[in-house]
């Protein structure tokens, strides 16, 4: 069972005690001689100790074993990720996958990982990498945890059931899961499950800045959830902790559960969103309104207003534009655009674009309406209609360059060679000259 509480601001400071140890966390002071219960104390450092107050964010952790005490890191050989960005050639062509399989082979979330794009360095902490995620298996006495950065998972198919350090979090399709640097968790399965990763090295994703929208609107703080404390005590002979490095994996064996903290407090958390709670803003007037009026998340370069990574989301909504071309408008961009279907149909490419599959359209590569969509939209009646009904697209978007991994570009066999031809139909409107 999830038990969850509201995590009302992102830099707010929450404490959490599981309900069977009342009185688990240290009074007045962070590390006690003799914690309560005999716990020990451990701090997660989530920013740099002298990061400025606003962006800064730690959690202690109080625990029945400090993480410390596992045996040696070794190789982990059943991974798909990777950030080695020059196994392929690049290809600035629009690029579309049919939706990935489920494996026919028995494999856990962790090994279900492979890494279809990205750039950037997890050593020189700036980047990104876009994984898919399949699986079909529990993971079973085995943890994971991410030193490169943080996840933001995004279920296409399946529930996971997913247990932190901090609590546990169900996170059912149309939800999404941030799992910060740092942070052990392991995913347990309803049914084979599928879905796509976003991981940032350099910063944690914040919630974008509203400015004339004003105090509210599309991802509000209240919205977001984060796991109560739950411990487990847990002997186990080999347990194992998988960790990302420097972008290579590698385990750990040790002797308990590594979900052995009773109590915690800090504003340093994973969280979970419902898709379904995004208060959409969208033009009443006239036009169509860039995608960026859709991010839920946004993970900012040091370049002022420029994104890492943002994640945009295209939700159910009302599209009521005059004398407007309504769907998305031809395109070209200079940030990398990276699209997934979590289920239903992309309004500007019904049924050539599928729930599971991807596209990526790179750095000022055109993209924008299929011939079908442009032809209707040009012609149809404007009257208020609803748009996105049962429908959810979503956008890793990034100021990086991406590369496609060999994974992306051949393993999973996925690519479809005839995506060019959905714009090849776009026809010459033009009336000619005034005589
Ligand atoms: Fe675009």
Known sequence: MENLKYLSGFNSEFSSEDPRCPESLPKGQNS?????????????????????????????LYRIRPSVK??????????????????????????????????????????????ICGAGDPKLKHGLAIHVYSCNTDMLNRAFSNSDGDFLIVPQKGTLSIKTEFGK????????????????????????????????????????????????????????????????????????????YQGRMFVCRMDHSPFDVVAWHGNYVPYKYDLGKFMVINSVSFDHCDPSIFTVLTCQSEKKGTAIADFVIFPPRWSVQEHTFRPPYYHRNCMSEFMGLILGEYEAKKGAFQPGGATLHSIMTPHGPDFNC??????????P??????????????????????????????LDADYFKVWQGLQKHFTGPKM
């Open 32 to 60: 006690p001689q003799v914690c309560p219960y005999g716990l020990y104390a451990e701090q997660l450092s989530g920013s740099a100790f002298t990061a400025p107050r606003s962006e800064n964010k730690r959690t202690w």
């Open 70 to 115: 596992h045996r040696p890191f070794e190789k982990f050989f059943n991974s798909g990720v990777v950030s080695n960005w020059d196994e392929e050639d690049p290809d600035p062509n629009q690029l579309k996958w049919k939706p990935f399989d489920i494996p026919k082979v028995k494999t856990d979330f962790v090994e279900g990982i492979n890494t």
């Open 169 to 244: 979090m169900t996170v059912k399709p149309n939800e999404i899961a941030v799992i910060q640097q740092g942070m052990r968790f392991t995913v347990d399965l309803a049914e084979p499950s599928m879905g796509y990763i976003l991981e940032v090295f350099g910063q944690h994703f914040t919630l974008p800045d509203l400015g004339p929208i004003g105090a509210n609107g599309l991802a509000n703080p209240r919205d977001f959830l984060t796991p109560v404390a739950c411990y487990e005590d847990s002997d186990v002979k080999n347990y194992e902790v998988v960790v990302k």
């Open 374 to 383: 442009f032809e209707g939209a040009s012609k149809e009646a404007l009257k």
């Open 385 to 414: 209609c609803r748009v996105a009904d049962n429908t959810q697209a979503f956008m890793f978007e990034s100021c990086l360059g991406l590369a496609v991994t060999k994974w992306g570009a051949k393993t999973c066999e996925k």
